[in-house]
């Protein structure tokens, strides 16, 4: 019974977590209910390996658990796509340390729960779809204490010449209560060239030969985050062989390589600009930036560039011209006139103008240009597609248009908001820039960060080495600022010679190529290179999947994923202990604990929050308190407020009698108010009858009110008796004082 | 002329339309606060009544109706006090003060009651409220017999 408690606590706290509402907004954030004896974090200690096109990173977390009673040391990782995946957990308890094994996803919740209800210790890394977030459970028993060993890798892209990383320490710093050790260690093929420590600019670089540096933290008020830059001179060509006789091979041209430098032709830009004109939109200023912000970027645009500008609200998008139109001063007026016509009012579905977009997109391929879609917005989607439905919505316009998406961010209201814009802005290449006040640095500071394609179909071919498997993209388009970059499995060893082949056209259609030749032995050894092909190719593999689902891939994925222990939304990671309770009992009967929605998709959703009123017969004073609350509620609702709902009909009236409610998506469930989605619009359907209790109150309380003042005010005028003794019934009445 | 008479409202002073005789029924003053007593429990719990929508407060709907009840309390035992006053002594008229005072403030006794729920607390425990009122009654009636009985002796 005991056993089954615990899991019931444990399945029980899993599950708030899991459906807390908001998202995770950070990165290795500690999450736990609240409580008297929260769940220690006594230090971190984090192993950050770079080198070219790849980072690991170790973090060591030690939980305590100060309390009497079992808990769960829970870390949630918001890992952002195509960035970091959790490719290894290991528990440490005293000195013994237990690794884990990758298994599909619900396998590895099952078993988890089934362990911790046999009163096993057990980890588990599993992906929560809702939130988007990684999270690691852990089960700490009272007064001791468990260290985690968890392992991070990703490929590092290039852009502007240098490999970038950025890790969120200052949540590492917020969380520790005794030491924050961060070791950075670099060591690439190619000459290190430049460590550029922005977040840190005076912490020492000690470096190691002409390959290798390190740095290291050792402080829990380091303040923020760490961001670290650094590049390796000349060409970069590594290899890697395993025992099987897999050998994976690397090899990357920078895009400002003399060897280009005839071929390079930037692609010239279509700025697709989707401007929010939702009701939030009208609120604090944010409308007067946003024209202001879409006027610049116009205006940033060179002969043989276009844009087009869709406004969206509600059910409506409204395009500037049906065309991409280039800038003249001429369509720059026209354009401010435009924008200044419109009031911004309605509902925001961010993902409203995609098919404008998509439109405008074929139209930008079909001129040789390079669509960019630009949105922006306050980042509040009232309307769905939400949350997930909405990055995928986004994932496939991106990847199928082959465009960067970019967001501007108009004063979002909050952390929330802003992550929403950042999760949409990041496919191919795109980013995050937000406008609080400057327009014109906002302006200039996103502009600056698009890349354009300056050198397509650039074709790797190995020669003389048989079948080979390319996890980079092949052909690929080399990106302002990025790299031609190659990585390949074969088979064979690090002792065959390696040619290479790269090929690409010139402007003028001219094929060119570059041939990279090499003794086996001439080319040094990478040992993360099979990790940076795994995950390469799992990248691949989600974002194709992300934007479209297909059984071949999947597999390939899962396989890939459990083969090499990475927790992905299809794979888990799996930590069991030895079992301490050998008289444990089964889990829960109905298994109801895997039914959770925290664990399945559409989990986490908050239900409607419906307010149903007591009858209130018995101290009408109090219903009458709770009915004026609840319609105080119902106008205070952010839709409402932030005039998001696009039309309102009242219950009873003809139009509503003509919505097909069947059809409704429910967004607020108030008393007075419901507000329901439907056809693409957000319609507030109000309680249309007065209340008729309320309104004869109301009316005999001003009647009689006017009633009493005035009876009043004439009494007061009135001579009165003076007050005598009420006993004294024997006395004359008293006589008037008469002057004489 | 605006303004609210009462049937039988004892002539008002000095305005010129109906002045009050020398030596006659000189109106009660405990009448007259029994009326405003019931006239106040009125105006409160009607201002209370008035506030009831999206604007309404639950604490000032309480302070309100409670500060009626009693209002009206003192003006029932007002109307009491200025009827007993008025059969002792025939130069008081009360004229419609007593009971105007009187039904005013029931009625808001009654509107107060209701609305703070204290209606349905008497009517749940009826029979010990019937117990309990009975004893300030017999109390009430005891003391007024008293004072009946000194009138007649002296």
New interface residues.
């Given amino acids: 019974m005991k056993a089954e408690g615990f899991a019931f606590v444990v399945g029980l706290i899993l599950f708030t977590l899991l459906n807390t509402s908001g998202p995770v907004a950070a990165f290795c954030v500690i999450v736990e209910p609240p409580t008297p004896l929260p769940t220690q974090v006594n230090g971190t200690q984090v192993e950050i390996q770079l080198t070219e096109g790849f980072a690991r990173i170790v973090i060591i977390k030690e939980f305590y658990n100060p309390s009497d009673e079992p808990k769960q040391g829970q870390i949630a990782f918001p890992l952002e796509r195509g960035h970091e995946l959790i490719t290894d957990l290991r528990l440490k308890i005293g000195n013994v340390v237990y690794a884990a094994s990758a298994q599909n996803r619900s396998d590895a919740l099952g078993a988890f729960l089934d362990a911790i209800a046999k009163g096993q210790d057990a980890a588990l890394v599993q992906y929560d779809a809702p939130r988007d977030v990684y999270w690691i459970a852990v089960t700490i028993p009272p007064k001791e204490a468990r260290t985690t060993v968890t392992t991070l890798e990703m490929p590092l892209a290039k852009k502007d010449g240098f490999y970038e990383y950025q890790y969120r320490l200052s949540i590492d710093a917020r969380d520790s209560v005794s030491y924050l050790r961060v070791h950075v260690h670099i060591e690439t093929v190619a000459a290190l060239d430049q460590v550029v420590i922005p977040s840190h600019p005076t912490l020492p670089v000690i470096r190691h030969g002409l390959h290798a540096a390190d740095t290291y933290i050792n402080d829990t008020k380091s303040g923020g985050d760490l961001r670290l830059r650094f590049r390796a001179a000349g060409v970069s060509l590594s290899q890697f062989a395993d025992p099987s006789g897999d050998r994976y091979v690397r090899f990357s041209l920078d895009a400002t390589d003399p060897a280009f430098a005839s071929s390079l032709k930037p692609a010239p830009r279509a700025l697709l600009i989707l401007v929010d004109a939702s009701g939030s939109m009208g609120l604090l200023g944010r409308w007067d930036l946003a024209k202001e912000a879409v006027r610049k970027m116009a205006r940033d645009l060179r002969t043989g560039e276009t844009f087009g500008v869709a406004v969206f609200h509600g059910a409506t998008v409204t395009s500037f011209s049906p065309s991409l139109e280039a800038w003249t001063p001429s369509v720059d007026g026209d354009l401010g006139g435009f924008l200044d016509a419109l009031l911004p009012h309605g509902s925001t579905s961010l993902a409203a103008p995609l098919a404008q977009a998509t439109v405008w997109a074929r139209d930008a391929r079909r001129n040789g240009q390079q669509p960019i879609v630009v949105l922006v917005s306050d980042g509040r989607p009232t309307r769905g597609p939400l949350d997930l439905e909405l990055e995928t919505a986004f994932s496939r316009v991106s990847y199928d248009s082959n465009m960067p998406v970019f967001a501007m961010g108009i004063r979002p209201a909050n952390h929330d908001d802003e992550t929403v814009l950042h999760n949409l802005s990041h496919y191919h290449g795109g980013e995050l820039t937000t406008l609080y006040g400057g327009v014109e640095n906002a302006v200039s500071e996103l502009l600056s960060a698009i890349r354009v394609p300056i050198l397509p179909g650039v074709r790797a071919e190995i020669l003389g080495a048989g079948p080979s498997t390319f996890a980079s993209a092949n052909p690929e388009v080399v990106w302002q600022g990025g790299e031609a970059f190659v990585i390949a499995r074969m088979r064979g060893t690090t002792n065959d010679s390696f040619s290479l082949r790269v090929t690409w056209s010139d402007p003028d259609g001219a094929t060119r190529f570059t041939e990279i030749q090499s003794e086996g032995q001439d080319i040094p050894v990478q040992p993360l290179l099979k990790r940076q092909w795994v995950l390469t190719r799992i990248h691949a593999l989600l974002e194709a999947l992300r934007a479209r689902e297909d059984s071949g891939e999947l597999d390939e994925v899962t396989s890939l994923a459990t083969d090499n222990r990475v927790a992905t939304p299809y794979t888990s990671l799996l930590v069991l202990l030895p079992q301490r309770n050998q008289g444990g009992t089964a889990p829960p009967a109905d298994g109801s604990l895997v039914r959770f929605p925290a664990f399945g998709p559409g989990g986490g959703l908050a239900s409607p929050s419906g307010s149903g009123l007591s009858p209130g ?6 219903f ?2 709770q ?2 609350d609840a ?2 509620r119902d ?1 205070a609702n952010s839709l409402v407020q932030a005039d998001e709902v696009d039309r309102y009909v009242d219950v009873g009236s003809a139009a509503a009698a003509n919505l097909d409610l069947s059809r409704a998506t429910s967004r607020y469930e108030g008393t007075y108010l419901r507000i329901l989605e439907l056809d693409g619009e957000l319609v507030g359907l109000r309680s249309g009858a007065l209340d008729t209790a ?1 309104v004869v ?2 009316a ?6 006017i ?9 007061s ?8 003794d ?2 004294d ?6 006589e ?1 004082k008469t002057s004489s | 002329m605006s ?3 009462f049937r039988g409202m004892p002539e ?3 305005n010129g339309r109906r002045g ?1 005789q ?2 006659g029924p ?5 009448a ?1 606060r029994s ?2 007593a019931g ?2 429990a ?2 409160l ?14 604490t000032l ?2 302070a309100l ?1 409670i500060a009626s009840f009693v209002a009206a309390c003192l003006g029932v035992g007002w109307a009491d ?1 200025a009827s ?2 008025g059969k ?2 025939p ?2 008229a009360n004229g419609i003060y007593a009971k105007s005072g009187a039904a005013l403030s029931i009625l808001a006794l009654l509107v107060s009651a ?4 204290l209606f ?1 607390f008497l009517v749940v425990f009826a029979p010990l409220w019937i117990l309990v009122g009975l004893l300030p009654y017999a109390l009430h009636r005891s003391n007024v017999d008293t ?1 009946a009985r ?2 007649v002796g ?1």
């Fill in positions: 017969l018995f101290l009408p004073l109090a009458e308190a009915k004026a319609l105080q106008l309320q109150a109301n005999f309380g001003f009647v009689g009110m009633f009493a003042a005035t009876a009043l005010a004439r009494l005028r009135r001579r009165t008796q003076p007050r005598r009420p006993d019934v024997t006395s004359s009445p008293p008037r | 303004g609210v008479y008002l002073e000095g009050s020398p030596g000189i109106p009660s003053e405990t007259l009326t405003k006239l106040w009125v105006f719990a009607s201002f209370a009544l008035a506030t009831f929508g999206p604007w309404f407060n639950l709907g309480y109706m006090r007993h006053e002792r002594n130069a008081i209701y609305y703070t729920g349905v004072a000194k009138g002296a």
